[in-house]
């Protein structure tokens, strides 16, 4: 009876003990599932200056390349929405950053023109489908111009999976026009239309230079018709807020914050950590006309 009492016993102590265990990995594979589910990204937003032959010294594509290709890797940026690249430089910087693959067209068609490339961390994340469309009365037509621009002015968007938290993101990028007023009000519109297309489970993040500030009626259309919200504007902290961020390669100050013309802006279940306008000079060299932005955003 006493043997049989202690095996009773030697057996409940085991089940005990893998019962535990058992709660245990259970209780720390659920925590290390939450923690995977949740996305941390570094999204960065960059006008790169198309190479032209008319920017002296120290401002030509050349000089500037290798301060380009720092700045990215210092911020440790996720996803990159870039403008004004022309394909020689986008080629350049898929050069430059081995760990980066990138998607876009130019703005003329195939290769001619400027690109609203999207580069991205290849290792973290694979697109799963991505478009094009121009913004004008006819945006499925290759360069097409509407509302007083006479340049094309495009979108490129991504749907991306990101292997850390398995979930799936739209990313959108594009340059307004410089000119007409109407053209950034309807590039506006279209795009709050155009987002309505897209999965409204999943959140969106849109970048570009918007050539318009943040009291401008560009930037209330996409906020109240598009749903999008500021990041610079929903951040817990901003770095270097009193900034604008075009420079113009002589403007430190960016042409202070009410001309913040390039932004990162968010649609669905998203916070901010921080918003971070980079004026990161390479002993006094200028990556861009513009300054970066970067966000550090959750979902």
Same mark, same amino acid.
């Given at each position: 009876?006493?043997?049989?009492?202690?095996?009773?016993?030697?057996?409940?102590?085991?089940?005990?003990?893998?019962?535990?265990?058992?709660?245990?990995? &259970?209780?720390?594979?659920?925590?290390?599932?939450? /923690?995977?589910? $949740?996305?941390?990204?570094?999204?960065?937003?960059?006008?790169?200056?198309?190479?032209?032959?008319? #920017?002296?010294?120290?401002? %030509?594509? *050349?000089? =500037?390349?290798?301060? !380009?290709?720092?700045?990215? =890797?210092? *911020?440790?940026? #996720?996803?990159?929405?870039?403008? *004004?690249?022309?394909?020689?430089?986008?080629? #350049?910087?898929?050069?430059?950053?081995?760990?980066?693959?990138?998607?876009?067209?130019? =703005? $003329?068609?195939?290769?001619?023109?400027?690109?609203?490339?999207?580069?991205?961390?290849?290792?973290?994340? %694979?697109?799963? $489908?991505?478009?094009?469309?121009?913004? @004008?009365?006819?945006?499925?037509?290759?360069?097409?111009?509407?509302?007083?621009?006479?340049?094309?002015?495009? !979108?490129?968007?991504? /749907?991306?999976?990101?292997?850390?938290?398995?979930?799936?993101?739209?990313?959108?990028? %594009?340059?307004?026009?410089?000119?007409?007023?109407?053209?950034? $009000?309807? @590039?506006?519109?279209?795009?709050?239309?155009?987002?309505?297309?897209?999965? @409204?489970?999943?959140?969106?993040?849109?970048?570009?230079?918007?050539?318009?500030?943040?009291? @401008?009626?560009?930037?209330?259309?996409?906020?109240?018709?598009?749903?999008?919200?500021?990041?610079?504007?929903?951040?817990? /902290?901003? &770095?270097?807020?009193?900034?604008?961020?075009?420079?113009?390669?002589?403007?430190?100050?960016?042409?202070?914050?009410?001309?913040?013309?390039?932004?990162?802006?968010?649609?669905?279940?998203?916070? %901010? *950590?921080?918003? /971070?306008?980079?004026?990161? =000079?390479?002993?006094?060299?200028?990556?861009?006309?513009?300054?970066?932005?970067?966000?550090?955003?959750?979902?």
């Amino acid at each position: 009876m006493k043997r049989m009492l202690q095996i009773a016993v030697v057996l409940t102590s085991l089940w005990l003990l893998l019962g535990s265990t058992s709660f245990s990995s &259970i209780h720390a594979s659920t925590e290390l599932h939450n /923690k995977k589910s $949740e996305a941390k990204l570094n999204v960065m937003s960059f006008n790169l200056r198309y190479l032209n032959d008319s #920017d002296p010294s120290p401002h %030509t594509w *050349e000089e =500037r390349r290798s301060t !380009v290709r720092q700045v990215i =890797r210092m *911020e440790q940026a #996720d996803i990159i929405g870039t403008q *004004e690249a022309v394909y020689q430089q986008v080629k #350049d910087l898929a050069s430059d950053l081995p760990n980066y693959a990138w998607i876009g067209q130019g =703005r $003329e068609g195939g290769s001619k023109g400027e690109f609203m490339s999207i580069f991205y961390n290849k290792n973290r994340f %694979t697109p799963l $489908e991505y478009n094009h469309y121009w913004l @004008s009365d006819t945006p499925d037509i290759v360069g097409s111009t509407s509302w007083g621009n006479t340049i094309p002015r495009m !979108v490129t968007w991504v /749907k991306f999976l990101d292997h850390q938290s398995n979930k799936a993101f739209y990313f959108i990028n %594009t340059h307004f026009d410089h000119m007409s007023e109407d053209a950034r $009000e309807n @590039s506006a519109r279209l795009i709050s239309e155009k987002v309505k297309e897209l999965d @409204s489970d999943l959140p969106v993040i849109l970048t570009g230079d918007f050539n318009a500030g943040p009291e @401008s009626i560009p930037h209330d259309i996409l906020q109240q018709q598009g749903k999008f919200v500021d990041t610079f504007i929903a951040a817990e /902290k901003r &770095i270097n807020e009193e900034l604008g961020t075009f420079n113009g390669y002589d403007n430190p100050s960016g042409g202070g914050a009410d001309n913040r013309i390039d932004w990162i802006l968010s649609r669905g279940e998203i916070t %901010t *950590e921080y918003h /971070k306008i980079i004026n990161f =000079r390479k002993n006094g060299q200028y990556p861009s006309d513009h300054y970066p932005v970067l966000s550090r955003v959750t979902f």
